[in-house]
């Protein structure tokens, strides 16, 4: 006996079925959260390296493609051998990945901890002469000098209880974290492996994505995808590369200048420089109070510096390194900012912009089709109301 299908239905039965086995697996999850939770911290454990692996792989991907076209391109461009220039441009991104890794860890972190056992050490006589300014520049106004004694206070309560021993245990709880060295050198490995066979990575999810779904469907989910690449890719990268260029010219024009703590201020900017719009604002508030407690009659010429090294950056560095706008309003950075932050702490912040802008557009081009769909202007100042005159 033949089965007449019919197609209509089939479908329904389909979506049916998916959408009952999706509610029953969610309410499972729900009423056995702690199984669920134990399972995903398993399966999260079991795919530690090859998370690794492509955290690393993608953050070396914009290094990787800028070596590959710029510089082994242009030694191929008359006789093309591109599985040697595959070869040859990996290998090239991770001998520099690691000599930085290395300069970090032996230069730059030790004398950080230097830096900060010595400010800490010498911390009450830097307190004593932060009370003395306060004195000296408050004028007699009484209200000025107690809130500035106020934070001073806070200061040193905070101080007296942050003790080296404390930044010894943070140093401890970091080497703990990272002592699962087999994984991350397996990560390692699994990374070197993507980063050379992405192309082909890349095709069989085309291939998989076009066998499964219907043409129209995967486009607009590749489309949303390439977006979160241009979007989240470039820009964490950038950030992160920007980061250490602004770090490094900071360190050489404080050195110059005979700034104190020069190593310490340049690492403040440069870490806090990731971090969008609050970033550059607690950097320079940081590093200004840090050289005011030191060297009051310096602490100008620091905040100069640190502004116009900003100003380079925001202006000139940031916008080549980084190489895309997020098209983002200053409210919404703030917002994307706070959200991220409140969620998921310091990696949340760091991320919040992109993954913001990526929703931003993906919702700004579903209005806009739809408005195009209506016959309607996509132009937002064109709904702008009209303003009705006072005397009606």
Not at 261 to 281: C, D, K, Q, R, T
Request: contains cysteine.
């Amino acid at each position: 006996m033949k089965i007449w299908w019919n197609r209509k239905y089939s479908t329904i039965a389909v979506y049916a079925f998916l959408v009952i086995a999706a509610s029953v697996l969610f309410v499972f999850a729900v009423v056995n959260f702690h199984v669920f939770w134990r399972f995903l911290g398993r399966l999260v454990k079991v795919l530690e390296p090859f998370i690794i692996g492509f955290v690393i792989a993608y953050l070396l991907n914009p290094g990787y493609q800028f070596i590959r076209v710029k510089i082994f391109g242009r030694i191929f461009e008359k006789k093309p051998m591109p599985r040697l220039s595959k070869v040859l441009s990996v290998a090239s991104i991770y001998i520099f990945s690691l000599g930085l890794l290395v300069f970090l860890l032996w230069i730059v972190i030790p004398q950080v901890l230097d830096s900060t056992k010595e400010f800490l050490s010498h911390w009450k006589s830097y307190y004593e002469s932060l009370d003395k300014l306060i004195i000296q520049y408050s004028y007699g106004n009484a209200n000025i000098s107690d809130i500035g004694k106020a934070g001073a206070k806070a200061l040193d309560d905070y101080f007296k209880a942050f003790d080296f021993t404390t930044l010894s245990q943070t140093v401890g709880i970091i080497m703990k974290f990272t002592s699962g060295i087999s994984s991350f050198l397996v990560g390692i490995v699994i990374s070197i492996y993507m980063l050379y066979s992405k192309e082909r990575f890349g095709a069989q999810l085309r291939k998989i994505g076009l066998a499964l779904l219907p043409e129209r469907y995967f486009k607009r989910i590749e489309s949303i995808f390439g977006k979160s690449h241009t979007s989240f890719g470039k820009y964490i990268a950038g950030k992160l590369l920007d980061a250490l260029v602004i770090g490094i010219l900071c360190f050489i024009v404080m050195t110059l200048v005979d700034m104190p703590y020069a190593v310490l201020i340049s690492v403040l900017i440069g870490v806090s420089n990731i971090v969008p719009f609050f970033g550059p604002i607690v950097g320079v508030s940081a590093s200004t109070l840090l050289v005011l407690m030191v060297k009051p009659d310096m602490a100008i010429w620091a905040l100069l510096i640190i502004i116009i090294l900003q100003q380079i950056d925001g202006n000139f560095i940031d916008p080549r390194i980084v190489g895309i706008k997020t098209g983002l309003l200053p409210f919404w950075v703030i917002f994307a900012v706070l959200v991220g932050g409140g969620f998921f702490g310091v990696i949340g912040i760091i991320v919040a912009v992109p993954f913001f802008s990526v929703f931003y557009s993906i919702t700004k081009n579903f209005i806009e089709q739809r408005l195009r769909k209506k016959e309607m202007s996509p132009n937002t100042w064109d709904y702008k109301p009209e303003r009705k005159d006072c005397s009606e």
